[in-house]
């Protein structure tokens, strides 16, 4: 069933008229005479029949799903006011209805009532802690608590649920009340929480207590997991759903109409350096204050909330909480009598005050406090939170999403203020919140009967399938049956390959002895590079190498760095600008990211290196007629250089480390290797074969170099530490690497004519773009030169050339080999 929300009229038939003095949106009207309606057809149903235990399958639940700040409350409080029985109900001698309107948090009980009062004046409020006596009880009565406070296991919960001889229980007065012939309404308000860590409870008491003829459920995130589960714990087996729009919303003005996602774009460096809550909650701040112009200029007398979402926290850490306070007060130059904390589990009245008290500009609060409070002077958020789920996601976009009364007007001819704000430090952060906006985006107004439309049955048990949603078993058997028989023929097809005489295949199994070809020219022996096993000055020799200029000395001043700042439309459009923003790095943040940097060779104590660095860096300040620096200015600049330009710390370790490095004749070349049995000869490898420990590349890269009549001879250079004849390269931190081939080329002027060559993939997987491959890739061996680096194609199996380029600060492609790159020194 499907009703037009916007196009209902209104109808007679004895429906008492609202006298309440606040007018309905158009949605608002639609929305609360469909749900009076279907209200008043659930009742004429019940009164029709013999028993009410034979009315279990009558569709008497109704879902309104509604973003946050559309009402929701009032159109349930209305609603109900304005239910209009059928003829069959009075003559059936029913009274009218009892309403039990169950909010998840006492703060919002309150809120509730106080709506509900001068909104709905023709519902009466009772007090069902002091007010039990079914006896005054009239049509349209409303007893507004807690969840908990019936279905927990609490003392509260338990003394209600227990008669007295001053009181009736809340049980007793239920089965009191349907004796008198009145029917039992539920309402369950902001649902996905009610129905949250009581879940079991108040499915319990929903069932054998309650028993509602009538239940009204609220939401604005329709797809949570938690009201699903009470949904069939409480065996409810269909749901009239009642949407409404988020276009309608903002159409009648309670919404704003665009919604923006603000995020940092830290670079590697950056991101070490800077304190991404401090800098984001920097720019929360200034987007805050620029609103507050904004509401100056146009002389609209309303102070703007910005509110901070914090994490939870652990006992042994500070509290988040308190750490953002004082953040915003030294770093953003917040007041502190303008900043307000609310972090209990259970929000107290007074939280919800805090919202309308306009000497407050800053409201912190955690996940407790995300949902069911109303902050309409709210237009930025940021949410320091490790991650956001969509249902979450939208509860916090809805905090900001409202729009003032006193802006109501103003708001459309200002893109600026018919926005909210949301600023992320974390990008990851994002989704939860983009999700949000696609659910407030595909919210529609509708009423629909939401059942288990269909069932998967298994055919194995000779049960029927339904037509629209049978499995093909048969079908899916027989595609199975020809995907198994696709692998075993691609399986045998590999297993035939291998059996064929080629460079990458293996003749026979065992093992074989492979002798040295010395008529190839290969040398006895190849050259390495060593250093001494310690090396206890290093530090302070890598020390006096550091160098000191102007850009350095410059940020001895410098305090703060640009950073960028994104911004994302998430409802108007998919449009994304960029702002640049300036950052204080966080000295602890500098201080533990740069430690890494220090401790760069093994022979170095970082703590050493910093404190013999210090020094070297106030002696040329000093050398230069500058005024001799605090050590606090010295450290902090000296940690900005570790993190921006590490490669001035590594340039002074690796000369200090080269008047360490000799090169030595390392062991003789083995007589003969053992491999693999019957492996393919190879013409010019050292000893006749392509060795089994090539992968597909290096094997590829081995087949063409063996034709090149320039190549004397090449073999694998073993990359084992213990191998004590491979050929090793010195790095800038000390340690060893071993290129994949020694080659001996024609006419290269080398000892022994020798090129090394390393080869690499082709970079699709990122591995080829690390720390470690850029420091080898400008590393070459004192004698034989630069290490040329080759990477395969897949799609052509051709091989490209690859070099470091300083301009992109990354590996590239330097076109295809050829065999003159062996020879030179390019």
Known sequence: MAIDLQERSVTSGGRRPTTSPLVLARYQRGAVEALAEEISTAQADIARRVSRSTVADIRNTFLLIAPTGSGK??????ALQTVAPEPIVAAMGYKGTVWFWFAPYTGLVEQTRKMLRRDCDRLRLRDLELDREPSVTRDGDVFVQTWASVAANNREARRLRRSGESSWSVDDLIEQLRQDKFFIGA????????????AKAAASFYLQCLKPDVAVLATATPRDEKLESFRQAAGISAVTRIEIGR??????????RGLALAYLALTKQQSLAIDPDETILRAAWLQHKKIKRRLQQKRIDLVPLLLVQVPDGSPDQPDPAGVTKRILVDACQVQDSSISIHTSGQPDPAFHLLANNEQIEVLIFKLS???????????????LRPSLTPEFGLQVVGRIMRVHPRVRHERVSDPLLDRGYVYLANPRRQAGLEAAADQLKALRTSIKVVT??????SAADGSAVEADTAIDLEGSSKDLSNEIESQIDNSLSQISDIEKDSPDTILRGGTYRYSLRPDLGVPSSLQRETIPETLPRLAEEAAKHFEVDSAVVALLTQREVNVQLKLREL??????SADIIAAKPSPMRLADAAMSVFACNDDIDPRQFRKHLL????????????????????????????????????????KALSFHVTVVQASPLPESIDDLDGLFSAQRNAYGIFPSTLNDSERNFAKIIDEIDTVRWWLRNPDHPLCPWSVKVILEDGKGYYP?????????????????????DTGETGRLQSDSNFEKIKTQHRTYLKVLWVCEEEQTAQFSRLIFSSAKNRIVRSGAFAREHLADDS
């Open 740 to 760: 994949d081939f020694v080659v001996g080329v024609a006419g290269r002027k080398t000892p022994d004519e020798v090129r090394l060559v390393e080869i690499k």
């Open 369 to 383: 406090a995300a949902t069911g409070f109303d902050a309409p002077r709210a237009w930025t958020l940021a949410s």
């Open 247 to 256: 276009g309608d919303v903002v159409s009648a003005g309670l919404n704003k």
């Open 452 to 457: 288990d439309d269909f069932k998967i049955i």
């Open 615 to 654: 020094g070297r860096f106030k002696e040329c300040v000093i050398a230069h007629g500058g005024e001799a620096p605090s050590e606090q200015e010295l450290r902090r600049a000296l940690d900005q250089v570790a993190i921006y330009q590490p490669s001035r710390i590594k340039a002074a370790v690796k």
């Open 187 to 198: 309402v369950i308000d902001e649902a996905h929480i009610n129905f949250g860590t009581n």
């Open 571 to 576: 409802l108007l459009s998919e449009h994304e």
């Open 73 to 78: 409350t009032l159109m349930m409080g209305r």
